[in-house]
């Protein structure tokens, strides 16, 4: 079956603009995870998701970041005045349940001017 | 200092050696130790799973997990040039509420060379 999907694979922004970036989970995955990787950071950890719900937000830098999920499938990761330190890859994991491996998807890489 | 270290390479082995790489934690509440497999430009693939300590093996990858001393290695028998890519551990310790949150180390660079 298709895997996690995430858009756009490019984001080219100017600092102070607002970004969404989209994940597609696999279907029937309730738990989704994003992370950000980045070359000082390594893969960060940013925001959990059992359904729609996000038990966990504890990785989120700074309130400019937000994230939601509805219908327990799509999940959109917002940054408002973006930064340039924000540059990153963007990276949607999915799993089957809480404590089941995840499959990452191949990450929205945003570029901040 | 980081939760999980692991030396960023690169490390660069000729064709059909072994690859032996690894990763020191410092939270002993992590119970659950994965590596991951990265080619430029892509999500990670997950290699192995292993939880707590002892050995797992899977085709040419052995898993081996080391709770007493903090310490996690991934081994590569027969490595192919197609096993050139960077290597990333992680782990979790399974907290109820935080899911399965892992917690990566900063990867491995792996050459494998003809």
């Known amino acids: 079956g298709a895997g996690v999907s995430q858009s756009p694979s490019n984001k080219v922004t100017e600092k102070g603009k607002d970004v969404e970036l989209r994940c597609d989970p696999i279907s029937g995955h309730t738990a989704l995870y994003w992370y950000r990787q980045s070359l000082g950071q390594g893969l960060e950890f940013l925001i959990y998701f059992q359904g729609n719900s996000a038990p966990d937000k504890s990785g989120l830098p700074s309130d400019r970041f937000s994230a939601e999920r509805t219908g327990g499938s799509v999940s959109t990761l917002t940054i408002q005045r973006t930064q340039q330190e924000d540059s990153a890859v963007y990276l949607c994991?999915?799993?089957?349940?809480?404590?089941?491996?995840?499959?990452f998807g191949p990450g929205t890489r945003l570029t901040v001017l | 200092q980081k939760e999980v270290e692991q030396d960023p390479g690169p490390l660069s082995v000729p064709e059909g050696a072994i690859v032996s790489l690894n990763c020191t934690y410092s939270n002993s509440a992590f119970q659950y130790f994965m590596w991951y497999r990265q080619y430029s430009r892509k999500g990670p693939e997950l290699l192995m799973y292993t939880y707590s300590s002892g050995n797992k093996e899977d085709g040419r990858f052995t898993a081996q997990v080391d709770k007493s001393s903090k310490y996690i290695s991934l081994f590569i028998r027969d490595s192919q040039p197609s096993d050139s890519a960077t290597y990333l551990c992680a782990m979790s310790d399974l907290i109820k509420a935080a899911g399965n949150k892992l917690t990566f180390g900063g990867g491995t660079r792996v050459l494998v060379k003809p």
């Open positions: 994991a999915s799993s089957r349940g809480s404590y089941n491996e995840q499959f």
